[in-house]
């Protein structure tokens, strides 16, 4: 049998309430089995709790305080665990923050701007500045490093969740930094496809009517949990869990799929605007 992992609750607050959780149910003698018993989550999602991976739903930090008569301490250090995972975050993009690093497949449409997942922090930085300009210098740095930290996501040692990303062409076309910034922005993205991390097609300008025209959609897919939908504008957000709504947005992304450029025409296209801000130029 393997040596067990001590949880080094030191690392962060989600690792010191899980560590602590950990403490607590070996105390009382309880496996992760006995522990989920009568809830409705399994033992693999109680031990990501336990190590720091994953939030602790309020239904199953009561289901534990009543199991473990911690007197209501799971419960009540819940909401300080979701603030600390979602630090440099808006609070209603922190379900969706967790769910991506458990997702099968992501499908993301982009009509107005590059995927936070996509971001340089360059990039990142000229969009929190543009829909944050009173925003202190700190809270500007904490954004953006929560933003690129994202992009983790796509390291060669993470389980890499299948991940297809359409954007607008426009979003080539509009100069959101310096050239040599915007080449190495879409650069960043073409490697990506290089490395063979992600998929991207690009909806030609000239497509005229499509599906998803009213704003972004994100679509996550588990293997263990009901698919999401994430919806998004300047300074709000919504995760739909409804499952005929989710169906009509995955329905209306395979049909945006089928209308965009297909990847390898896509992958030229960024790679050729990509060069062209390199030359400082505006690509055409």
């Given at each position: 049998m393997p040596a067990?992992?001590?949880?080094?609750?030191?690392?962060s607050v989600p690792a010191f309430y899980g560590a602590e959780l950990r403490w607590k149910r070996e105390a009382a003698g309880l496996t992760l089995r006995e522990t989920v018993e009568g809830s409705y989550f399994g033992e693999t999602y109680l031990s990501e709790i336990e190590h720091g991976k994953r939030r602790m739903p309020v239904e199953l930090a009561c289901h534990v305080d009543r199991l473990l008569k911690t007197d209501g301490y799971f419960e009540r250090r819940c909401a300080d665990v979701r603030k600390a995972r979602?630090?440099?975050?808006?609070?209603?993009f922190g379900r969706i923050l967790e769910a991506e690093q458990h997702a099968d497949t992501?499908?993301?449409?982009a009509p107005t701007v590059l995927p936070g997942l996509l971001q340089t922090a360059p990039y990142a930085r000229a969009t929190v500045l543009a829909a944050h300009p009173g925003a202190t210098e700190e809270e500007v740095d904490e954004k953006v490093t929560?933003?690129?930290?994202?992009?983790?996501?796509?390291e060669d040692d993470h389980k890499t969740p299948e991940?297809?990303?359409?954007?607008?062409?426009?979003?080539?076309?509009q100069p959101m930094l310096p050239a040599e910034g915007m080449g190495e922005q879409l650069a960043s993205i073409a490697a990506l496809v290089g490395r063979r991390r992600i998929v991207v097609q690009i909806i030609p300008w000239k497509s005229g009517p499509?599906?998803?025209?009213?704003?972004?959609?994100?679509?996550?897919?588990f293997p263990d949990a009901p698919p999401l939908?994430?919806?998004e504008s300047s300074y709000s957000g919504a995760t739909i869990d409804d499952p005929g709504l989710v169906k009509k947005y995955h329905k209306a992304y395979d049909r945006l799929r089928a209308a965009a450029m297909p990847p390898e025409a896509s992958l030229a296209l960024i790679q050729a605007a990509a060069e062209d801000y390199r030359n400082g130029n505006q690509p055409d």
């Open positions: 067990r992992k001590d949880v080094d609750g030191s690392a979602r630090a440099g975050h808006a609070d209603y992501i499908d993301e449409w929560a933003r690129v930290a994202r992009a983790r996501l796509f991940y297809w990303a359409i954007l607008h062409e426009s979003l080539l076309r499509h599906p998803l025209m009213y704003g972004p959609a994100l679509m996550l897919t939908v994430y919806t």
